[in-house]
């Protein structure tokens, strides 16, 4: 039995996922801003760190696994978007990173957004404020695009996976890391869009005709979690029903560069 922590617990992929992990028996330790076992408010640095603080508490210093999927995307409110999506998931990785360090076969998977290559536009230099660590600058240019933050911070959110997920504080230290990239989930986040979002096909296609499911993204979560996913480091995988492909069919699908 594996200790997997996860963030954004309470609804949607985090929900499907906890319910996933434990019908596989293992035991999950769900962090959200309620309904959770651990409840935090990650969009501030003291919520942060009592959520670490409390997170090693009930699993005795040591972690298994952990999901890193709290995360918003408010309309009117940019910067918020950002502290939760980039600051508040990067702060879990790294405050929680020692306790993995401590665990057996350890993985952690962040869950960025296929929006990072399939949005036509949205402020880059959000993402590069957050990549700079200056959280301060990243709420001001995110202000009150909360629809722009969205990609912007979990395109942050995938190239901090990909830098430190080779170095020796994660692979050096046996911890596997990688994001993936949802589509369009069935979700309390979409609640009400399908039906806008499967009528603009010429911009956001969907071959498969439906949006994902919960359960589906959870699926994948269980599996990279999984030592069946050892050799798995630093990838981002796109989980979207066609869309990326459909789009960019002669692209490699990889977040964004940032150069």
């Known amino acids: 039995m594996a200790t997997i922590a996860i963030t954004g617990s309470a609804g949607g992929i985090g929900r499907a996922t906890t319910e996933r992990l434990e019908s596989d028996g293992h035991r999950v330790i769900g962090i959200d801003v309620r309904d959770a076992d651990v409840t935090a ?11 670490v603080r409390e997170v090693d508490e009930r699993c005795d210093g040591v972690l298994d696994g952990l999901v890193v999927g709290a995360g918003i995307q408010g309309k009117d409110d940019g910067a918020a978007t950002v502290s939760i999506n980039y ?37 880059i230099e959000v993402a590069e404020w957050c990549l700079a660590d200056d959280e301060e600058r990243a709420r001001l240019a995110a202000g009150t695009d909360g629809i722009g933050a969205y990609p912007a911070s979990k395109l942050a959110l995938a190239v901090w996976v990909r830098r430190h997920a080779p170095g020796k504080d994660w692979a050096g230290a046996g ?25 603009i096909g010429d911009i956001y296609p969907m071959p498969q005709g439906r949006p994902g499911e919960a359960t589906e993204v959870a699926g994948l979560l269980a599996y990279l979690l999984s030592p069946e996913a050892a050799f798995f480091c630093g990838a981002f995988l796109v989980m979207d029903g066609g869309t990326e492909a459909a789009l960019r069919p002669e692209s490699w699908p990889r977040p964004l560069a940032l150069d």
Do not use: C, H, K
């Not at 501030?44 to 959520?51: I, P, Y």
């Not at 360090?101 to 949005?119: D, F, H, K, L």
């Not at 949802?182 to 806008?196: A, N, Q, S, V, Y």
């Open 175 to 199: 911890i596997r890391l990688n994001a993936i990239a949802p589509g369009f989930i069935d979700t309390p986040l979409t609640e009400g869009l399908w039906e806008m979002v499967s009528s």
């Open 41 to 51: 408010d990650l969009s501030t640095e003291g919520g942060r760190r009592a959520m």
């Open 87 to 123: 600051f508040g998931a990067v702060a879990t990785l790294t405050g929680l990173r020692p306790l993995l360090e401590r665990g057996t076969q350890p993985s952690v998977v962040a869950i960025s957004s296929n929006s990072v290559t399939t949005q036509p536009s949205y402020p």
